[in-house]
T-cell receptor
């Protein structure tokens, strides 16, 4: 079945450091890919998405590129802030049928001043 | 902008008790979902409703039932709660189930079964 694998956390960074959170997937065909963010005590919010190979999703300084050759969708940000501290989830939605979102286990990011 | 509203936000149950988690969305979405979130497990799909009048099992449906009451509302019922059902439950909705369709999440219900 479909699955998403994320790097384990927590990832601890100092403010203004470069961020990469790895995400790889297993799926039939070319699913849509998503990054969601969950701030403490809240629900998940969509951060960015990509629907086809080589697409780049971007939002709030975060970017991720859909790489079909490596089945990856790594999340990057050039300069993190304390307010970026949260749990980040990579997810996929298959191409066909009544499809639902499949999530990775999440990666906690902790940014210190 | 209410979006997806879940009630209650917190609940403590005794083993064997029953309860219903309520979810309503005001975005005229066709599809609705129930997930549970456990430490180290990410989000796992319990049940979903692709459209009004249909429901389907997800990855972890045992011990749960759902009702799609109308287009807006999708409830999750625990008939006989067990400690293994201690979790944070999230309801979500989306326009449909097509490629690229994002889901919108509620704030969650933190359930403890003692």
């Amino acid at each position: 079945g479909d699955s998403v694998t994320q790097m384990e956390g927590p990832v601890t960074l100092s403010e203004e450091a470069f961020l990469t959170i790895n995400c790889t997937y297993t799926a039939t065909g070319y699913p849509s890919l998503f990054w969601y963010v969950q701030y403490p005590g809240e629900g998940l919010q969509l951060l960015l998405k990509a629907t086809k190979a080589d697409d780049k999703g971007s939002n709030k300084g975060f970017e991720a590129t859909y790489r079909k050759e490596t089945t990856s969708f790594h999340l990057e940000k050039g300069s993190v802030q304390v307010s970026d501290s949260a749990v980040y989830f990579c997810a996929l939605r298959p191409l066909s049928g009544y499809s639902t979102l499949t999530f990775g286990k999440g990666t906690m990011l902790l940014v210190s001043p | 902008n209410a979006g997806v509203t879940q009630t209650p936000k917190f609940q403590v149950l005794k083993t064997g008790q029953s309860m219903t988690l309520q979810c309503a969305q005001d975005m005229n979405h066709n599809s609705m979902y129930w997930y549970r979130q456990d430490p180290g497990m990410g989000l796992r799909l319990i049940y979903y409703s692709a459209s009004e009048g249909t429901t389907d099992k997800g990855e972890v449906p045992n011990g749960y039932n759902v009702s799609r009451l109308n287009k807006r509302e999708f409830s999750l019922r625990l008939e006989s709660a067990a400690p293994s059902q201690t979790s944070v439950y999230f309801c979500a909705s989306s326009v449909g189930t097509g490629p690229g369709t994002e889901a919108f999440f509620g704030q969650g219900t933190r359930l403890t079964v003692v």
